[in-house]
């Protein structure tokens, strides 16, 4: 059997069996390739094999394929610009592999740099104003350090994750509930033409499948399996990023979770989490020191590629740096100013400029150095 081939008839399967992944995993069990089973006169041995799987499941995929044809729905997915990446392909990514219940193939849109880091940012649809700060700058410091970015694609956590992932010049994979031509939510279509350009949309489902409520569970095992770790920030005790939280335990993968106020509904969740065990974030390093299982180097060597050279540097903005350098504690405004007797205008405007160009941030005592 042709690879090609493979692709074609397992598109064609996902459709007729109306993504019915349970149903395709046994077919390609029993039969062992999917045009194998594509070609199959009835399904008559199948059914008393497997007596789980309805008559009417078994009746409605044969109905459903008798009006398919496998090769006129590849075409469509060819001039589309998706591909179709199967489970026993080398380009399959390797983390999601390792799952239990990994999808049997994933349709992709845009590509990513298999030597970045993966890690997870989910949380609530409806943030507030901390946990839109908290989700900012966690994202920005991990795409300072190379990581790369996967969340869903929903709003506000992940539509933050997303943005902030773009616009600090890394890449980042949303995994839709959805086919990859219908992107959900609607006002977040042109965020997902923004990740194609730099990363990718990924989907179990065929092309045209809608937003169905019972695809989002599913789809966040891929969220937190393509993942070394699941950062959550704000969710509340119903929130489907404890979904992807427990997913990522039972993926033996690293959960994460930001603190909140005691006071706030979208607290609830994560605290939980912590009380559970989940790894308590408060800054950048708390994740770092988890990650037992990346070498240093490649965390410093990417890091190392979003900083400018210093050459590049005014003799001010050298000299801000080396007195924050020389004095090893974060510093204030008034500090920096006593210390290179520059006027607080000149300070605060090459102050911004450092953190512009990412090699100074401002912590709760003071700026201090980025790498």
């Keep these: 059997m042709s690879n090609l081939n493979e692709k074609i008839y397992y598109n064609a399967l996902n459709i007729a069996t109306n993504s019915n992944f349970s149903l395709m995993a046994k077919l390609k069990d029993y039969f062992g390739f999917f045009e194998k089973i594509w070609e199959q006169d009835d399904y008559n041995e199948f059914s008393n094999a497997f007596p789980q799987f309805a008559l009417d499941t078994i ?54 740099d298999s030597n970045l880091i993966p890690l997870a940012i989910v949380g609530t649809r409806k943030p507030t104003t901390y946990g839109k700060t908290a989700a900012e700058k966690i994202t920005k410091e991990l795409a300072e350090r190379g990581f790369l970015i996967i969340s869903g694609l929903a709003y506000g956590i992940d539509t933050i994750a997303h943005q902030t992932a773009l616009e600090n010049k890394t890449q980042t994979i949303a995994i839709l509930g959805s086919g990859l031509n219908s992107i959900f939510p609607q006002a977040n279509k042109k965020l997902a033409e923004k990740i194609i350009e730099n990363g990718a949309l990924i989907s179990e489902y065929p092309l045209d499948v809608p937003p169905l409520k019972h695809h989002f569970p599913a789809r966040n095992r891929i969220i937190s399996g393509l993942a070394y770790g699941t950062i959550v920030i704000e969710a509340p005790i119903k929130s489907g990023s404890l979904i992807t939280a427990r997913f990522a335990l039972e993926q033996n993968r690293e959960v994460f979770a930001v603190p909140g106020s005691i006071f706030s509904p979208n607290s609830e969740g994560v605290h939980q989490l912590i009380k559970s065990g989940a790894k308590l974030v ?19 060597k990417n890091l190392s590629q979003h900083i400018l050279p210093l050459e590049s540097l005014t003799v001010e903005e050298k000299k801000i740096l080396d007195i ?43 700026y201090r150095l980025k790498f």
Excluded: C, R
Aim: proline share 5%; charged share 25%; aromatic share 6%.
């Design 282 to 300: 408060h800054t950048i390093e708390d994740v770092l020191e988890e990650l037992t299982m990346i070498d240093d180097s490649k965390i410093q």
């Design 324 to 366: 924050i350098k020389q004095t090893n504690k974060p510093l204030l405004i008034d500090e920096i100013v006593n210390l290179t007797q520059l006027d607080v205008g000149t300070v605060n405007q090459i102050i911004t400029l450092l953190e512009l160009k990412n090699l100074i941030k401002l912590e709760v005592d003071g």
């Design 59 to 112: 009746q409605n995929f044969y109905q459903q394929k008798q009006n398919l044809d496998p090769l006129k729905e590849w075409q469509k997915l060819e001039q589309f610009g998706a591909q179709l990446i199967l489970k026993d392909e080398e380009n399959y990514p390797p983390l999601l592999k390792e799952i239990p219940d990994a999808p049997l193939g994933i349709y992709q849109m845009g590509e990513f």
